[in-house]
């Protein structure tokens, strides 16, 4: 693991999903174990498809931004500016404290609907007629520009796209700009969108692995089956340099890698992004394989399959820590004793191919 | 429906101005600055949805600027210049 000379702290958590908005919502979902998805219908050339997926609802924007300044923002961004204010206010960051805040916004599909819903109209209406607003809400920094412009955070802004490794690259960035003290603070997380294209994908191309039913829940740690069912929603961080604003730990290593040569500890607790894709369960069921003794634990039940969901377990994995209190489905010999103490924990996000993204959180330094 | 309730409809519905209805906007009303406090992207998605749904093209700014005063002088320049 790279480990960082100088460990960041987590000042905030903010999240919205399918388990609700906050990080209320989130720590009852993950005591309860998992949440309910919602079933969508949309209809497409050849046939209606009905397909689950943990939908995220944005109403609660208005109570940070007035109405009026979100008219041109679509759901992508909308979850996106939801989840950095909470984890602002959760941070205690006013508006006047926001001048050396960088923003690092993680994604791996981008805003698909409106990106879908402008190709549509080129195609319809011909290019003269295609909507500028729409050209700009479907460029994948579109989430980030936001948050910087409706929050005030004046500090540099970067989008990273890098499908399941999108989460810790982001990481990695906005941890060498709080190195290299181009910030004081920075508000990373990761935004992703479910749309029509990716409910009709899902139905045409994965539920037919399991004789054409799509499962009725994800079952993170069943590797042979396909068990992944969509999500949506936003996860974001308040990350500081100054120790002192740790109020949910420390990270104190970020890693890409392959797992051919893996870094992470075998001594950690690790909170591992199986989502129910069997083409990436191999990778996970190796660790399962070769490493008897590992802990191993899973949160993908709570927000469902997506891309960036890394940046959900990267809050469960500090609200763990910060709770003292194993959450999530966790494999047969994970189990935690009253005397147990939960002082470290590793996210690790794999990919089909085999990289992997590891992110070591600890209680304190 | 009269050339301007259709615009005043498009201006609600495809500009997302959720907090006005379509009857609450004057014919006369200045749809930039003080008025409907529309913006330049606005002004570019108008161009745009004039000639999707009238079929009217406004070609520059030297005749936008004109037409887009108001709901009024928007709705003479597309009657004017319909086929």
Known sequence: MNRLTCPVAIQGLGCVGGFGCGIDDFCHALVAGSCAPTLSSEQHADGLAYGPAYLAQTDTLTDFVAKRSLRRLDHYARMALLGGCLALEDAGIAGEQREKVGVMVASGYGASTTTFSFLDSVLDDGDHCASPTNFSNSVHNVAAAYLSMQLGMLGPNLTISQFEMSMSSALCNAVCWLQQGRVDTVLVGGVDEHCPVLNYCYQRYFATVDGGQTSAKIEPFVFDRQTAIPGEGAGFLVLSADPDKARYGMIDGVDVGHMRQPTWSADDLLLVGADGHCNCGQWYESIADHHQNHRLASCTPVYGSQPTGQAFDLIAAALMINDQRLYGHTTGHTTMADSDTIDSVTSLKVAADGQYGAVHMVKGI | ?83
Do not use: C, Y
């Not at chain 2, 050339?3 to 006005?20: G, M, S």
């Not at chain 2, 009857?23 to 406090?37: A, K, N, V």
């Open chain 2, 1 to 83: 429906m009269t050339t301007k309730e259709k615009l005043k409809q498009i201006l609600v519905e495809d500009l997302n101005l959720e907090d006005i209805t379509p009857e609450e906007i004057g014919d006369d009303e200045p749809l930039f600055g003080e008025g409907l406090g529309l913006d330049s992207l606005d002004a570019v998605e108008l161009v745009v949805l004039v000639q999707k749904h009238f079929g009217v093209e406004i070609k520059d700014m030297e005749e936008g600027r004109p037409a887009l005063q108001s709901v009024t002088t928007l709705a003479n320049f597309i009657d004017n210049n319909r086929e």
